[in-house]
């Protein structure tokens, strides 16, 4: 069942990463598996991330990298 469920959502993400769905219509279709699913929290979360990150490039991690430092610096300076 879960193997099951992580091929979906990678599937999801791949689609969406190809501009089949807007960002809502990808929260809304999680949504709907995660109510459907009956896992924990924390495994609900392991399993998106690696579904998310499953078929990302090095230029990718390279991109969430630098969004990361961007908001680490916006949140110091707020302080």
Excluded: P
């Excluded at 193997?3 to 959502?9: M, Q, R, V």
């Excluded at 969406?16 to 219509?25: I, M, N, S, V």
């Excluded at 998106?48 to 300076?77: F, M, P, S, V």
């Amino acid at each position: 069942m879960e193997l099951e469920l992580k091929k979906s959502l990678e599937q999801l993400y791949l689609d969406y990463y190809d501009g089949l769905y807007t960002e809502h219509q990808l929260k809304f279709m999680l949504l709907k598996v995660y109510k459907q699913s009956n896992l924990s929290d924390t495994r609900w979360s392991e399993l998106i991330l690696d579904a998310q990150w499953k078929h990302a490039t090095e230029e990718d991690y390279e991109n969430k990298r630098r969004q990361l430092r961007e908001e680490n610096k916006e949140d110091g300076e707020k302080l």
